[in-house]
Each structure stands twice: as structure tokens, then as C-alpha cells.
């Protein structure tokens, strides 16, 4: 009934979408946050118009809106077309249009039920729930069902306060589908158990929000951070993670060894952190930590009383080390360019790849694992 005002809005979104992005050709790359703001202001709106009304949509009626919702994230992020969706969402804070649209449906349900019985919107109201409690399709009974594909529960005949109870168990389902997500995948094992650190004060991190390295503000740098902690880089964990044309078997994880010490699993931590086997990493390594020392204690003016040392860093697990550099955007911008002459580095040195013969005899004693 909606297809052709779910495929006008997905047009002008788009449109919106190449709009934005646009100017770039004058302003150069567009930073997260600007481009957030952009994203809310021009792209949202064509994706919820008229949402109270059509309802959530039918799976083929979403997946329009999807797509300009995921391409415009996913540019903005520099992530490319096979990246996971989740990261779109818990790294920018946004919410995915499926929920979105849900969440203001609800709101929508709620007004009308407050409405005086003699209201029209609230004739239309009782006439499409006593037509869901006959089990006739309709408006209520597309949001019972988009409810219940979020695992919540709406009742047949629900009070206002039945649906304000809804709103929050939303946002509960929608945190719980992207952390379900984040934990189920292998790429994203950064992100498992996420810390987040005040000064030296671990706490866990939230499952979504704007992330403080995102405000890096060199693009390069940033980019470099987001490839590493989102797994779009060019290290052999992730490159030899998928078969090629002249291989059809992905590498096991544990021959996805490092290209300079062949003695570990070339990944980000180890590149950054642990190898020791290129010069050249140990002077780019020795430099980022005199950097860091100085950028967070050199200015005597200001009190660093709660702040890590280089040394005190470098003695904490490396995955925590990585997130408490992550955790401010002044030491994320040191670590920002450290990782970036690192991946140059790796880049430029030719990596190691097992020959068939090594896969088949690890597969053969291991399994397919990883
Ligand atoms: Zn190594």
C-alpha cells in the first residue's frame, strides 16, 4: 500500500544523502560529528516522514531506507561496503531506522490514546486494534508485529501507560541486539567487553554513542584508528581472513602470522604493542610514547594528577592500553598518528602468506578454525 511513498522517501534521502556530501569537494573530508549533525538535519527526516502513519514497513519497504541510512554512515566512517552494520551505530551513536521508526510509531500510539474519545485519529484508533483483536491486518497490527520482531510485547488493548512502559524496553532491546551483535563477531573481538576509561577510572564503555576518537582531527589519523579498532585495515588477520582467486580457503587464524616476526598473529595490538622484530616499528613505537609523555604532561599549566603515564600504559593488558588511548581525543590524536605510520609500514612490507600446502596439514590436524 506504501511502496510508492517508502520508495519516494528513500529517493529524497538520497538525494539529501549526495547533497552532503558534496560539499566536500569544496571543504574537503567531512569529520564525523559535522557529518552526524548533517545526517539528523537533512537524511532523518526523509526516512521518518510520515512514519507514524505507514508504520515501521514491510521488510522490502525498510531495506530501502536501510541502504541510504548504512551508505551514508558507512562514508561518512570511511568503512567500506562489507563492513559490519552494527559498528554504523554503536561508534556514531545513531539509532538504525528500524528502530527509530518504531520508537516515534510508539510515541505516535501514545498521543493518540490520550486523545478525547471524539477525536477522529482516536475513532481510527479503536477501529484498527478491534480489527487486530479479529486478526485483521492493519495499522495496530503491523505494530504489534513490528513489537514483536523487537522482542517486545504490546499489548491487544494497551493504556497509555502500557505504551510508555514499551519506550524504555525498546531502548533496552535495541542496546541488547547491538551488543548481541558486536559479541557474535570475530572482527570485531576489539569491542568485546569494551572498556572505557575517565582519567586512570575503567568503566565499561556504553553500547552506543559518539566515540571521542571519532573527533581526531586529522582525517588520516582518524581513519587509521577506525580501520584498526573496526577491522578494515591491512593486516594479515583480516586479509587472509576470506578466500582470493588464487586461494579458495581462508587462512586459519593461527598461520595469519605477523609479516616482520612470523612468531604471532599479526593483529592490531601486536603491531602496535608487542612486535619487536622491525627497527623501524621500535623507533615509530619509541617515538608515540615520548609523544603521548609529552603531550599529556607537558603543559605544566593544567593538572594531570589523574592521568596514565607512558610507563603505567604500557604495563596495563594492551587491549586496555588501546581503549584508555582511545578514551580522550587528545591522547587518541597521538595514538592516531602512530597508528598510521604503522599501517604505511605494514603496508609497504610484503606479507606473509602460507602456501596451500601449510593450510591443508593445519586443517588436517586442527579443523577449519577461526
Ligand atoms: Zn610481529
Same mark, same amino acid.
Not at 511513498?5 to 569537494?25: D, G, W
Not at 623501524?280 to 603521548?292: A, H, Q
Not at 590524536?333 to 601449510?358: C, N, Q, W
Given at each position: 500500500?506504501?511502496? *510508492?511513498? +517508502?520508495? *519516494?522517501?528513500? /529517493?529524497? *534521502?538520497? @538525494?539529501?544523502?549526495? #547533497?552532503?556530501? +558534496? #560539499?566536500?569537494?569544496?571543504?574537503?573530508?567531512?569529520?564525523? !560529528?559535522?557529518? @552526524?549533525? /548533517?545526517?539528523?538535519?537533512? #537524511?532523518?527526516? $526523509?526516512?521518518?516522514?510520515?512514519c507514524e502513519v505507514t508504520g515501521v514497513g514491510t521488510g522490502a519497504q525498510l531495506s530501502q531506507l536501510e541502504d541510504v541510512q548504512h551508505a551514508f554512515l558507512r562514508r561518512l566512517l570511511r568503512l567500506q561496503s562489507r563492513s559490519q552494520l552494527c559498528i554504523l551505530f554503536t561508534e556514531t551513536g545513531l539509532w538504525p531506522i528500524r528502530f527509530r521508526r518504531l520508537a516515534l510509531q510508539l510515541r505516535y500510539l501514545h498521543y493518540t490514546l490520550t486523545l478525547p474519545a471524539s477525536h477522529l485519529a482516536s475513532i481510527a484508533l479503536r477501529e484498527t486494534m478491534s480489527a487486530a483483536r479479529e486478526s485483521q491486518s492493519g495499522w495496530f497490527w503491523d505494530l504489534q508485529k513490528a513489537c514483536r520482531d523487537a522482542t517486545l510485547d504490546l499489548p491487544p488493548s494497551p493504556t497509555p501507560d502500557d505504551v510508555a512502559a514499551v519506550e524504555p524496553r525498546l531502548k533496552t532491546a535495541l542496546y541488547n541486539y547491538l551488543k548481541k551483535s558486536v559479541s557474535d563477531s570475530p572482527k570485531l573481538e576489539l569491542l568485546h567487553m569494551r572498556p572505557f576509561y575517565t582519567g586512570k577510572t575503567r568503566n565499561t564503555a556504553a553500547v552506543m554513542e559518539f566515540r571521542e576518537y571519532l573527533r581526531v582531527k586529522c582525517r588520516e589519523h582518524r581513519q587509521a584508528l577506525t580501520s584498526l579498532l573496526l577491522s578494515d585495515h591491512c593486516l594479515a588477520i583480516e586479509l587472509l581472513r576470506r578466500g582470493t582467486r588464487t586461494r579458495a580457503e581462508k587462512v586459519p587464524r593461527a598461520l595469519r602470522l605477523c609479516r616482520f616476526c612470523m612468531a604471532?598473529?599479526? &593483529?592490531?595490538?601486536?603491531?602496535? +604493542? =608487542?612486535?619487536? *622484530?622491525? &627497527?623501524?616499528?621500535?623507533?615509530? @613505537?619509541?617515538?608515540? !610514547?615520548?609523544?603521548?609523555e609529552l603531550s599529556t604532561f607537558g603543559n605544566h599549566n593544567t593538572s594531570h594528577r589523574n592521568l596514565f603515564h607512558a610507563a603505567e600504559l604500557q604495563s596495563l593488558p594492551h587491549r586496555d592500553c588501546l581503549h584508555a588511548l582511545l578514551s580522550s581525543v587528545e591522547s587518541?590524536? =597521538?595514538?592516531?598518528? +602512530?597508528?598510521?605510520? =604503522?599501517?604505511?609500514?605494514?603496508?609497504?612490507?610484503?606479507?606473509?602468506?602460507?602456501?596451500? &600446502?601449510?593450510?591443508?596439514?593445519?586443517?588436517?590436524? $586442527?579443523?577449519?578454525?577461526?
Open positions: 500500500m506504501w511502496d *510508492a511513498h +517508502f520508495e *519516494a522517501c528513500a /529517493l529524497r *534521502a538520497r @538525494r539529501a544523502s549526495n #547533497v552532503s556530501f +558534496f #560539499v566536500e569537494s569544496h571543504t574537503g573530508a567531512i569529520p564525523p !560529528w559535522e557529518g @552526524r549533525q /548533517l545526517y539528523t538535519a537533512h #537524511v532523518d527526516p $526523509h526516512l521518518i516522514w510520515g604471532d598473529i599479526e &593483529e592490531p595490538l601486536h603491531a602496535l +604493542f =608487542v612486535c619487536s *622484530a622491525s &627497527e623501524e616499528l621500535l623507533t615509530l @613505537r619509541r617515538s608515540f !610514547w615520548e609523544k603521548y587518541a590524536s =597521538v595514538l592516531g598518528i +602512530f597508528a598510521s605510520r =604503522v599501517l604505511s609500514l605494514f603496508k609497504h612490507t610484503p606479507m606473509y602468506e602460507p602456501s596451500d &600446502e601449510e593450510i591443508s596439514a593445519y586443517i588436517e590436524i $586442527h579443523g577449519q578454525q577461526g
